[in-house]
């Protein structure tokens, strides 16, 4: 019985070392966004702002989606992005 406990356990840690060297495998080292983008992203979401407040609607849409480009994970962004 000890022995058949033993097996149980390895398998379950053999399992789960598997299941880890997986994930870090199918992670997309190419979809980072670096410090330096999300600034970047800020910058241009703020000049954005400054080209909606002069009736620019134009210049403001493509800046917000160039602001998404670069950091497709800020919430303001993407919220005004998609509205």
Not at 4 to 9: E, R
Not at 40 to 59: F, G, P
Request: charged share 20%; aromatic share 14%; glycine share 2%.
């Amino acid at each position: 019985m000890k022995y058949l406990s033993q097996i149980a356990l390895l398998s379950v840690l053999m399992t789960v070392v598997i299941s880890l060297s997986a994930a870090s495998v199918i992670k997309d080292p190419g979809n980072t966004i670096t410090e330096q983008d999300k600034r970047k992203a800020e910058y241009v979401y703020l000049q954005a702002q400054a080209y909606k407040a002069q009736d620019s609607i134009a210049a403001y849409y493509d800046l917000v989606k160039y602001a998404y480009e670069l950091d497709s994970t800020n919430t303001a962004i993407a919220f005004y992005y998609g509205y």
